[in-house]
């Protein structure tokens, strides 16, 4: 299994970027999948996420507004549109999947079996 993030970079406030994370060996529309952040010296945060049926997605109150998750199971592929960053998102930004983690633990980065390398995202002022 294989989650390969890209598309960070750095940009300025109030810029956009788009981050994509595509699975091997997994098919991300059976599993959870989510996005999570950490910024240096930091907990991991989480950000958004689909359920495993993929009916359900959740966005941290930070982002809301700002960021989208989206899907293509043609692809096998999740990406994060992010629109309007603050220097506060500037992160490393990681994608994550796991075939059991329910709803009610979308947000708890320790349930997730497979991690993507993290993608690094700078935002300046």
């Known amino acids: 299994v294989q989650l390969q993030a890209s598309g960070g970079g750095l940009v300025q406030a109030g810029g956009s970027l788009r981050l994509s994370c595509a699975a091997s060996?997994?098919?991300?529309?059976?599993?959870?999948v989510a996005w999570f952040r950490q910024a240096p010296g930091k907990e991991r945060e989480y950000v958004a996420g689909?359920?495993?049926?993929?009916?359900?997605?959740y966005s941290a109150d930070s982002v809301k507004g700002r960021f989208t998750i989206s899907r293509d199971n043609a692809k096998n592929t999740v990406y994060l549109q992010m629109n309007s960053l603050k220097p506060e998102d500037t992160a490393v930004y990681y994608c994550?999947?796991?075939?059991?983690?329910?709803?009610?633990?979308?947000?708890?980065?320790?349930?997730?079996?497979?991690w993507g390398q993290g993608t690094e995202v700078t935002v300046s002022s």
């Open positions: 994550t999947a796991d075939a059991s983690v329910i709803t009610s633990q979308l947000r708890n980065y320790v349930q997730y079996d497979y």
């Open positions: 060996g997994l098919t991300f529309s059976r599993y959870a």
């Open positions: 689909y359920s495993r049926t993929g009916g359900y997605t």
